[in-house]
């Protein structure tokens, strides 16, 4: 690994170049492939969707604008009809058409591409390509919630260039319609993609690249500030002083669909017992766990749903912190010597729960912890019974349903929940292709998720980023920024 550290000392060295290549930093570790049929993360998607494009997508703010489709169409309650771009081209030459998307959302639903988000694509009975710039996309059953999952899920893949190349190799050297088109992979350092300069969106990119730098945090922030990183999209609480002091940086903040939930057993143990779910809600703190977990960079919230989701409840309010009211509940319920509970933790969440075990033990609530990663979460949701699923969780789809299915569906593969009512209320709300009755039938439930405290609430996350002055950056609510809106100054 001698090499990939050298070319990265290398690389923090090269000043910053007036419309040069942005260098951002996103994650710490490269991603496994750039097959967009071979992960699910948001990292991961961050870099995708530089590269390919989907039929729509999301804008800044979470709204669905056109992208590889011009527009769409409902042709009944179970079918949606797409009309293409015409003159679009793969990075490769290959022609972008109806039959690219036929195959593209094809191949996302094949159970032999393991997809793991097929799950949330599984409502499609088939794609038509009625004719080159014409597609038809079919339902088993009315899913109002089809153009949020296509934007979110399902980037358009080449056909042939696949077919002639190969998965893994089309892993390693992705080609999409994106803004920008792959060039190089530097294993354990970093991904260089340069401008699509036959890109659809006319004035973008106007940048002439774009390189993601994989390296430890502290390293991002000091890269930041020596001039050698320009972006880094997860700015630490502790270092936003030095970023603002230092003169040639600044902080970006960004109200996100970001929060840290829990999926709670609603069938056997203390947790199969409203009163004490209740209790957990009124023992946390959630100022100070805003306070102390994101240093201020976040706001309390009363379900898992947030301000510009559809389906969000704004007259919901948190549960009171009330640690006298938890410990009357958790008497009530049978606990009076209190309980124990049975974690899995996600790496990520390690820090939240460590602060909200603290508070919990205040009321009688002992903790046991077992950690996990997002790669292993869900084998090791096998291994034993658990009380509680504990993860932060963003919404790729800029819709209330998606944190909600992670967290509570009974169809979903982090979920230990199980509430029959609750997955008939939320089917309901998919099933309805009008907005409005949509978005009131999003309401209803957040109030049944909120009544039945069906999760621990926490907090919606404003993410930080540390921005180099000079650098037109503009971040998105779901966390996954697009930067063909990116430039330098």
């Known amino acids: 690994m001698l090499l990939p550290a050298l070319l990265a000392v290398g690389l923090l060295a090269a000043p910053v170049r007036a419309g040069g290549s942005l260098r951002v930093c996103d994650d710490v570790v490269e991603p496994i492939s750039l ?60 022609p972008f058409d109806a039959e690219a998307v036929r195959f593209s959302l094809t191949a996302f639903l094949d159970p032999k591409n393991a997809f793991p988000g097929a799950g949330l694509l599984a409502s499609i009975e088939g794609v038509e390509a009625v004719d080159p710039l014409t597609v038809r996309v079919r339902t088993k059953v009315p899913d109002g919630i089809l153009i949020h999952r296509l934007a979110g899920l399902a980037p358009m893949l080449p056909p042939r260039y696949i077919a002639e190349k190969g998965r893994e190799h089309f892993g390693r050297h992705p080609v ?59 700015l630490p609480g502790t270092k936003t002083l030095a970023v603002m002091e230092s003169g040639v940086a600044h902080v970006v903040k960004k109200e996100s669909f970001y929060t840290v939930g829990s999926s709670l057993n609603t069938s056997t143990g203390p947790l199969a017992k409203l009163a004490v779910r209740r209790a957990l809600n009124h023992a946390i703190d959630k100022d100070a766990l805003v306070r102390y977990d994101l240093l201020g960079n976040g706001s309390p919230i009363a379900t898992l749903s947030m301000k510009g989701e559809p389906g969000h409840d704004p007259g919901l309010k948190p549960y ?19 309980f124990r509970l049975k974690a899995l933790v996600k790496a990520q969440g390690v820090r939240t729960m460590q ?83 949509q978005d009131a039938l999003g309401r209803k439930l957040d109030g049944y998720v909120y009544d039945n405290a069906l999760s621990l609430f926490t907090y919606q996350r404003v993410k930080t980023y540390g921005v180099r002055k000079g650098v037109s950056f503009m971040p998105s609510v779901t966390g996954m920024p697009y930067f063909h809106l990116s430039s330098y100054e």
Request: proline fraction near 6%; aromatic fraction near 12%.
């Open 35 to 94: 097959d967009p049929l071979r992960e699910f993360s948001e990292k991961y998607y961050t870099i995708v969707q530089q590269v390919f494009d989907s039929l729509v997508r999301f804008d800044p703010q979470g709204r669905l604008e056109p992208a590889l489709a011009e527009s769409w169409r409902w042709v009944d309650e179970k079918t949606v009809e797409f009309k293409l771009r015409p003159g679009v081209a793969f990075h490769d030459g290959e």
């Open 176 to 234: 999409g319609t994106g803004a920008f088109r792959f060039k190089e992979w530097v294993p354990g350092s970093r991904i260089e993609l340069a401008a699509n300069r036959g890109y659809w969106l006319k004035g973008a990119p106007k940048l002439d690249g774009l390189t993601f730098l994989f390296l430890p945090t502290e390293r991002q922030v000091s890269g930041l500030l020596d001039g050698s990183v320009d972006v880094v999209t997860e």
């Open 320 to 338: 009171p912190y009330d640690p006298e009211q938890a410990r009357a509940l958790i008497k009530e319920a049978g606990y009076a010597d209190g």
């Open 355 to 437: 602060i909200i075990a603290k508070q919990l033990s205040a009321v009688g609530v002992t903790v046991d912890v077992t950690t996990t990663t997002d790669t292993e979460a869900v084998r090791d949701m096998a291994k034993r019974d658990w009380d509680w699923v504990f993860a932060g969780c963003p919404d790729p789809l800029a819709h209330s349903f998606f944190i909600q299915f992670i967290y509570l569906s009974s169809l979903s593969p982090f979920s230990v929940t199980r509430d029959p009512v609750y997955d008939a209320k939320l089917d309901g709300m998919v099933r309805t292709i009008d907005p409005a009755e």
